[in-house]
């Protein structure tokens, strides 16, 4: 199979064809879910909570994330493969973010992703000036949990919501290849997908995005933890793993995920 490039995203989004993402971390997964029709695999550090059995993301490491992408990339030959930026390996400057985005690259993904706003300009930049896609990441920042107070909605007030809006426009312009929009009310996501040419993958932020992600074992329902509102179970009334995730594919090509209960 011809593997999928930003160009070919960027055609399903121009043709008004939904994203379908999903995380993914080993390659008996990457396989299931490239077969079941999945455009994106995400290697999230979120694998420091659903994997690693930490309650947050912020120790995972850059060789565990550079495994985690081999991995995958190993069980794949279609997908697109995007790989986080864990904590602390973005933060210090655009060099030192380039030099660790590099390894995830060299191990196999397509696409970087790094949370933050506005002050993220110049590291999208350096780096989509030398070769690394970015993915950008606003909203809720599950590494900034600390400084967010929690896992909590983003962009609620007015001002809250107008700096989203900016931090999207600017985020475009250092370069941004895609954006992913955590924990916002659908209008503000709706709001940011029409200002943006590139697109938008939500979670959390409604059905007008470009795209949808998910968290692989929370959309399984087998999270021993708690998994937020905006999650769907696709196990529930699905024979197989493959059919749940054939489904959450279909759901979000159809507009059907995320539903009113799935929004704030
Ligand atoms: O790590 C992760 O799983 C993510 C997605 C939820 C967007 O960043
Ligand atoms: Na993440």
Redesign the pocket.
């Known amino acids: 199979a011809v593997r999928l490039t930003r160009e070919t995203l960027y055609k399903l989004y121009r043709s008004s064809q939904k994203i379908a993402?999903l995380?993914c971390y080993d390659a008996t997964f990457a396989t299931l879910l490239e077969n079941a029709g999945v455009d994106i695999l995400?290697v999230?550090?979120?694998?420091g909570n659903v994997v690693q059995g930490h309650t947050d993301?912020l120790s995972v490491t850059l060789d565990e994330m550079a495994y985690h992408t081999r991995c995958v990339a190993r069980g794949t030959s279609r997908a697109f493969i995007m790989a986080?930026m864990p904590f602390g390996t973005s933060q210090i400057s655009p060099q030192e973010t380039f030099r660790n985005a590099a390894r995830l690259m060299a191990a196999g993904a397509q696409m970087v992703?790094i949370?933050g706003g506005r002050h993220m300009v110049d590291t999208v930049d350096f780096l989509t000036c030398r070769g690394i896609p970015v993915c950008a990441?606003i909203g809720l920042m599950?590494q900034s949990v600390h400084q967010l107070g929690g896992y909590r909605l983003q962009g609620r007030s007015e001002i809250e919501a107008e700096r989203l809006l900016e931090d999207a426009a600017l985020l475009q312009q250092a370069g941004a290849a895609m954006l992913?929009m955590?924990l916002i009310p659908a209008v503000l996501a709706e709001q940011i997908t029409q200002q943006l040419a590139i697109p938008t993958?939500g979670?959390g932020a409604g059905a007008a995005c470009a795209g949808q992600?998910?968290?692989l074992h929370d959309m399984l329902g087998i999270y021993p933890g708690t998994s937020p509102r905006f999650v769907k179970n696709f196990m529930l009334g699905a024979e197989s793993v493959q059919t749940a995730v054939r489904n959450y594919v279909s759901a979000v090509k159809s507009g059907q995920f995320p539903a009113s209960e799935h929004r704030f």
């Open positions: 993402a995380t995400l999230g550090d979120s694998l993301t986080d992703k949370e990441h599950p992913v955590e993958i979670i992600v998910l968290v």
